[in-house]
């Protein structure tokens, strides 16, 4: 065979190669991004309910007048 045509292959796996680096990179960034700003909104939802419960126990008469 040319060694044109080996010369073409071997560039051809190299760009898919840091293709799929790339890929897998931007994926494993992105599910980091999204776990982290889930684990901010639990927090926060889990911050609202506990408030909530602390204030019926402050004034349980209130809510049955």
């Known amino acids: 065979m040319?060694?044109?045509v080996f010369k073409f292959i071997?560039?051809?796996v190299i760009s898919l190669c840091g293709a799929l680096l790339a890929a897998i990179l931007a994926a494993h960034?992105?599910?980091k991004k999204f776990r982290k700003e889930k684990w901010w909104?639990?927090?926060s939802e889990?911050?609202?309910e506990l408030i909530n419960?602390?204030?019926e126990l402050k004034y349980p008469?209130?809510?049955f007048f």
Do not use: F, G, N, V
């Open 41 to 43: 909104q639990r927090k």
């Open 53 to 55: 419960e602390l204030h």
């Open 61 to 63: 008469k209130e809510r």
């Open 2 to 4: 040319d060694p044109e």
């Open 29 to 31: 960034i992105a599910m």
């Open 46 to 48: 889990i911050y609202s």
């Open 10 to 12: 071997a560039q051809a």
